[in-house]
């Protein structure tokens, strides 16, 4: 009775989430669940890399067939991935459909897509939010154990053999909160030159007009050192999807850096400004105009409102343009 008691207090929490389980990642030996633990209210040092910067991985690095396909698994405890002893080989989590955080049953509807971002770093203790470039996006992710990502046949070959990736997403049927597992990955077959562009930070746009074109970094939320903006509402949850300017499939427009530079793997672009923000909505002013403001109205973006340095429209929030490096 007693153990009982215990198990169905225990259950709820060790399968409620999703994370991505493969020996490349960080902190895969560890207890089957953290990795899969909600990242939310959290500090920088806590949720960057899910804090298991020191757990190095077990195994080698993931390999990304240039123009061909990563398949992966992710589930609810790795107890449920070909890692346990507990899956089907289907199910990311054969006891708690709400797991997905898409409905129960699931809701197509309800999938916000996962991405996966590269940085061209062998040492993930040197990598920065602005060094992640989204290269990959399902936007059908997570509706299964195994998730596919096409991936670019133009991604050039990594720094010694080895990059740093990692895995973001997020659920719609859930509070405010993101998922990231960083893992150690390797281009095989490269046979592209063309370097990554500068990524900037995503824009909400769901009807296709003001989306950040070219190179994007994930979406990094609802803990300190966020670099979006979200309104609050639970329908314009960041989503790796059109909503947030993501095409499904490979992200063949990251080369080149329509939207910014365009640094070679082994030189990085200067570093974001990143935004501190939670993820509630803002109050709305109701006293005199302060100095973020833009023609007459409110700027919804601190920190690229008029006057802002920037280097390219989509440096500048609402209607703002870039004009001499200000935004105008």
Request: proline share 10%.
């Amino acid at each position: 009775m007693y153990t009982s008691a215990i198990l169905l207090g225990v259950l709820p929490i060790a399968f409620a989430h999703m994370g991505l389980h493969d020996p490349s990642a960080f902190g895969f030996n560890g207890d089957g669940y953290t990795l899969v633990e909600p990242l939310s209210g959290k500090s920088f040092d806590q949720w960057w890399f899910h804090g298991n910067l020191n757990q190095k991985p077990p195994g080698p690095p993931m390999s990304l067939p240039a123009g061909g396909t990563v398949t992966v698994e992710i589930a609810c405890n790795k107890d449920f991935t070909s890692y346990g002893k507990k899956g089907d080989g289907k199910n990311a989590c054969p006891t708690d459909t709400p797991s997905y955080h898409a409905g129960d049953p699931i809701d197509p509807k309800q999938l916000l897509g996962c991405g996966l971002a590269i940085a061209y770093k062998d040492d993930a203790t040197k990598v920065q939010p602005e060094d992640f470039t989204i290269f990959s996006v399902n936007d059908q992710c997570v509706n299964g154990l195994k998730q596919s990502f096409s991936v670019p046949a133009q991604l050039p070959a990594c720094p010694n053999g080895k990059c740093i990736c990692a895995w973001f997403w997020q659920g719609q049927d859930s509070d405010n909160e993101m998922y990231m597992t960083g893992f150690e990955c390797k281009v095989d077959g490269a046979t592209g030159t063309a370097s990554i562009g500068k990524p900037l930070p995503p824009k909400y746009c769901p009807n296709g007009s003001g989306c950040v074109s070219g190179p994007k970094q994930p979406m990094y939320w609802a803990n300190d050192r966020s670099n979006i903006q979200f309104s609050g509402e639970y329908y314009q949850k960041p989503s790796y999807n059109a909503k947030w300017g993501f095409k499904n499939g490979a992200q063949d427009d990251i080369f080149g850096g329509t939207s910014g530079s365009n640094p070679s793997p082994a030189n990085p672009a200067p570093p974001t400004t990143f935004l501190t923000v939670t993820s509630k909505p803002a109050a709305t002013p109701t006293s005199s105009p302060s100095p973020d403001s833009v023609r007459g109205g409110t700027c919804d973006w601190p920190g690229h409102c008029a006057g802002a340095n920037c280097e390219s429209d989509d440096d500048c929030s609402d209607d703002l343009t870039c004009q001499r490096g200000k935004c105008a």
